[in-house]
C-alpha cells in the first residue's frame, strides 16, 4: 500500500508478515526498507527478502546483502540472484537469471547457513534449502518463466505461508502450491496470455488433498 518513509514502519504494525520485493526500487523505496524491517522484527513479524535483480546493479546490491543481516525468516529468488547474494558473480541479466538452480545449490546452502534462513532458489528444479537440508522440486510448467512476476508471486505465498509455519515448510507448500498451480493452469492455456490467468484461478483451486499427490520432491 506504501513505500515512504513516513508511512511503511507505520503500516507494517497491522500486517501478520513482511514482504521486501526489491523490484521496483526508487530512492525513497530504498531509505523506508530498513526501518519497515526494523518495525516488523520489533513487532515479533516474519520477513522474506525478494533480493530482485541483485547482481547487475550497483545499488539494489549492497543494500539486499546489508538487508540478510537482519535476519530474514526466508529469502526468495532465482539462481543468479541468490549466487550474487551470496558473494559471487551471479551473471544475471536484468531480471533473468543466466545460470541454472542446478549450478548455485552450493551458494544457496551457504546463503542459508550464514544468514540463518531459509533460502528458495526459482527454476527448472526449485532448491530449497535450510543451510544444512537441500531439497528439490521438479514440478512446475516452463511458462512460468515466460509470464512476469510468477516469482514475485512465488515470494508472496511464501511470506502468506511463513505466518502460520516454519519458514521451511512455508517454502515448501508455497513452492508445491505454486508448481501444482502451474501445471493445472498450463493444462488449461492456449499461451503466455491465458496461462496467467488459469495460474491465478489454479491457485484459489487447489487444496492440501491434491498438493500431496501432485508434488515430486528429490532431497540430499
Known amino acids: 500500500m506504501t513505500a515512504t518513509i513516513g508511512e511503511a514502519p507505520t503500516l507494517v504494525r497491522g500486517a501478520d508478515a513482511l514482504l521486501v520485493n526489491l523490484a521496483a526500487l526508487g530512492e525513497e523505496t530504498a531509505a523506508a526498507i530498513l ?18 535483480v541483485v547482481g547487475p546493479t550497483p545499488v539494489r546490491t549492497p543494500l539486499a546483502r546489508n538487508l540478510v543481516r537482519h535476519h530474514p ?25 543466466t545460470c541454472s538452480s ?58 502468506a505461508f511463513i505466518t502460520v509455519a516454519t519458514p521451511l515448510d512455508a517454502a515448501l507448500t508455497a513452492v508445491a502450491l505454486m508448481s501444482s498451480a502451474a501445471e493445472d493452469a498450463a493444462r488449461k492455456s492456449a499461451g503466455p496470455g491465458s496461462f ?11 487444496g492440501p488433498a491434491h498438493l500431496e499427490v501432485s508434488t515430486r520432491w528429490c532431497s540430499g
Request: one cysteine or more; charged letters at 25%; aromatic letters at 0%.
Open 73 to 97: 525468516g526466508a529469502i526468495r529468488g532465482n539462481a543468479s540472484e541468490i549466487r550474487a547474494l551470496a558473494g559471487a558473480d551471479g551473471g544475471a541479466r536484468g531480471a533473468d537469471t
Open 102 to 159: 542446478r549450478a548455485v545449490i552450493d551458494d544457496a546452502a551457504r546463503l542459508a547457513h550464514d544468514a540463518r534462513c531459509v533460502v528458495v532458489v526459482s527454476g527448472e528444479l526449485d532448491v530449497i534449502t535450510d543451510g544444512h537440508r537441500v531439497i528439490g522440486s521438479t514440478g512446475g510448467d516452463a511458462r512460468l518463466t515466460q509470464v512476469t512476476g510468477t516469482g514475485c508471486l512465488l515470494s508472496a505465498l511464501v511470506t
Open 196 to 206: 496467467k490467468v488459469e495460474l491465478l484461478d489454479a491457485l484459489d483451486r487447489i
Open 35 to 52: 526501518p519497515t524491517v526494523a518495525a516488523a522484527r520489533d513487532g515479533g513479524r516474519p520477513w522474506v527478502l525478494d533480493p530482485a
